[in-house]
Nanobody
Framework: QVQFEESGGSQVQPGGSLRLSCVVS????????MAWYRQAPGKQRELVAS???????DYADSVKGRFAISRTNSRDTLYLRMDRLEPEDTAVYYC????????????WGPGTQVTVSS
């Protein structure tokens, strides 16, 4: 059974930075495209960024140029560097396999809370 353990969330001021980490266990991490998702209060979960096994990345328009996704396969770990944070980035952030439809994913970690406010 795959497990995801996200960490690194915090409260920061607008314009600040954070680095999220996600340790993945119970699967062959290096084989799979991975992604970060987020869910804000009262909103649907959305795809933030994805990274393939060949390290090609893709980003939601709202975070392009501010966020950077990366992975270290030898540590089964996924990262999300977030710069120039905005209040609209406030959400619980989750890592998981990349899927165009995240509703098809049935196993999720606890997530990590990111709050951007002054």
């Amino acid at each position: 059974q795959v497990q995801f353990e996200e960490s690194g969330g915090s409260q920061v001021q607008p314009g600040g930075s954070l680095r999220l980490s996600c340790v993945v266990s119970g699967t062959i991490f290096s084989f799979y495209p991975m992604a970060w998702y987020r869910q804000a209060p009262g909103k649907q979960r959305e795809l933030v960024a994805s990274i393939r096994s060949d390290l090609q990345t893709d980003y939601a328009d709202s975070v392009k140029g501010r966020f950077a996704i990366s992975r270290t396969n030898s540590r089964d770990t996924l990262y999300l560097r977030m710069d120039r944070l905005e209040p609209e980035d406030t959400a619980v952030y989750y890592c998981n396999y990349y899927r165009a439809d995240s509703n098809s994913l049935d196993s999720w970690g606890p997530g990590t809370q990111v709050t951007v406010s002054s």
